[in-house]
């Protein structure tokens, strides 16, 4: 298989090595991730050349080959150890002056590191690896190689899938170098912004396969983001740690039927994202489950679950149910997070993760198990009713803040639920819905009246905002009236140059399109003032 050429430089044969390692890609024994880098491994597998593994520099693995002068011809043979005479004449020994190429060492990686070509423990178990992660760049110059030696050798691939990721680039696109000055010092951002932060930009911000941009002229931007998560994540876990006794019940002895809706909804809500982020993690798209991940930490948890349950752990004794059920649920779905999150902010999860009540000194978060969810927990399943609580009290505040409501103005609200079972799910969430939406007064028989906001659900539940104790009446109708006479004005001007012939005819049609659609958003406007002031009682 190897064998010198061109004035002693020596070659291996590289086809019979080829094909083994062709025939693993084709049959889906060995798989790229992205697959469009399936073609650029075929067609170098394909058209592979001989390989020459001679190197003429000062540092490296010296061939291991060896020529008596003294016999004749000269005698040339490979050794394992360097030898001191010549074992067939006794004379004198040199060894070849080359290098072998940096990959002939690297592509024996895979088992030489286990302790081949001895048949090691380690060998049996870690060979063959389960995935590769490495950059494109180097999937022939080391991958292909691994893979054919991994043949050759040990009759087996040495991985099931290799994970080609992106480039990190600057704004113009280019690799970041030291000789181009666009890097970035990782050291400099850890020291600014955590290694959390870092570590969340690089995965959440780039998806599957592609290359992530990055501003070295502006790291507050690029990397802002993920500080204020692991800001986030940690106000969240310290105010969730305050709330936990040194007993936290399990999750899975409490009683389904006891559970509230909110309870209900963040436990299917935890089920939904184990399941999410498992399977986008397996198929290598990482932005997806950081993405799935922090929503369910941001705004599930965070926005809603724990501001519906803060009554509850606030007035009620430890002992009692309902606290006792919030304090599990709380726990539970902290948990889950943390073992959601580590593999990309480690640093804040482990911190977190080993202050939950029940740790043990020895216990790592990196050690613990993937999250799972109980049996009866996929059950409870409450998506739909709660996520008419929370569409109500959202269009209660959207109300507020169109009619510029102050915020610790208290108003009066009535909605009407399509269903008795949308009834229950607000009756049941009355508390969280006059907390949150900041409400004084909150009916479901629709008698509330007058001036006010309306707003549809998406059920079609109806909700109404009592406003004529909240705002100024006449000066909130002065500024109304006065919107819909500036459109009303821009509409006429519109109307006219759109039945002008001329600009008809002469305008591009783009432009014209533009004019026309313009019109159907100012008419669609003039609709929404003339709701609204007739909502008001505006004359």
């Known amino acids: 298989m190897v064998e010198p050429r061109l004035s002693d430089q020596w070659f291996v044969k590289m086809k019979p090595l080829a094909q083994p390692a062709l025939e693993a890609y084709r049959s889906g024994a060995i798989r790229l991730v992205p697959e469009r880098w399936g073609a650029t491994y075929e ?304 640093f804040i999860t482990e911190e977190l993760w080993q202050k939950l009540p029940g740790r043990q000194p020895e216990d790592l978060l990196a050690g613990a198990a993937w999250p799972t969810v109980p049996a009866a927990l996929p059950k409870l399943r409450a998506d739909f009713e709660f996520a008419r609580v929370q569409e109500a009290i959202s269009k209660i505040r959207a109300i507020r803040a169109e009619y510029r409501v102050a915020p610790k103005t208290r108003v009066a609200a009535t909605i009407k639920p399509r269903t008795e079972l949308i009834r229950a799910a607000f009756d049941g969430e009355r508390d969280t819905i006059m907390r949150l939406a900041q409400l004084s007064e909150l009916q479901f028989d629709g008698s509330l009246k007058g001036a006010g906001g309306h707003a549809v659900l998406a059920d079609g539940s109806e909700v109404f905002v009592a406003l004529a104790d909240a705002i100024d009446l006449q000066q909130e109708c002065r500024r109304l009236s006065g919107e819909l006479t500036r459109l009303e004005q821009q509409l006429a001007g519109l109307a006219a140059k759109l039945t002008n012939q001329q600009f008809v005819a002469r305008a591009p049609a783009e432009v014209v399109a533009k004019e026309r659609e313009k019109e159907r958003a100012w008419r669609d406007q003039r609709h929404v003032l003339a709701d609204k002031l007739k909502s008001l009682g505006c004359s």
């Not at 592979?48 to 003429?56: A, H, L, V």
């Not at 060492?105 to 992660?133: C, I, M, N, Q």
């Not at 043949?151 to 099931?160: K, N, Q």
């Not at 990721?165 to 704004?171: A, C, K, S, W």
Request: hydrophobic letters at 45%.
């Open 43 to 346: 067609h170098w597998m394909e058209n592979i050349r001989d390989w020459n593994i001679s190197r003429q520099l000062w540092w490296g693995h010296r061939i291991p080959v060896f020529t008596c002068t003294k016999c004749v011809p000269p005698r040339q043979w490979a050794d394992r150890a360097d030898p001191k005479a010549c074992p067939e004449c006794g004379g004198p020994v040199e060894q070849d002056p080359d290098v072998l190429d940096t990959w002939f060492s690297s592509w024996l990686w895979p088992f030489a590191t286990l302790g081949w070509p001895d048949e090691t423990p380690d060998l049996k178990r870690f060979y063959p690896g389960h995935t590769l992660v490495t950059a494109p760049e180097i999937l022939f110059f080391w991958v292909a190689r691994m893979i054919m030696a991994g043949y050759h050798f040990r009759r087996d691939r040495p991985f099931a899938t290799v994970y080609l990721h992106g480039t990190v680039r600057d704004t113009q696109h280019r690799k970041m170098s030291k000789s181009l000055g666009n890097g970035i010092d990782p050291l400099d951002v850890v020291g600014k912004f955590g290694a959390d932060a870092l570590r969340w930009t690089t995965i959440a911000g780039v998806s599957l396969g592609s290359d992530l941009m990055l501003d070295p002229n502006d790291l507050e931007t690029t990397f802002a983001p993920g500080r204020n998560f692991a800001n986030k994540l940690w106000n969240i876990g310290r105010f969730i740690l305050a709330q936990l006794p040194d007993q936290v019940p399990s999750i899975g002895n409490l009683d389904p039927s006891r559970l509230a809706l909110a309870d209900r909804w963040i436990l299917g809500q935890a089920h939904k994202t184990i399941v999410a982020a498992t399977e986008q993690l397996e198929t290598f798209r990482l932005d997806e489950a950081a993405k799935s991940c922090f929503e369910f930490a941001w705004s599930d948890l965070a926005d809603w679950y724990v501001e519906a349950v803060k009554p509850r752990l606030a007035a009620a004794p430890a002992a009692s149910g309902d606290a006792a059920a919030a304090q599990a649920v709380l726990a539970f779905c902290f948990d889950t997070v943390l073992r959601l999150l580590h593999p990309v902010v480690p």
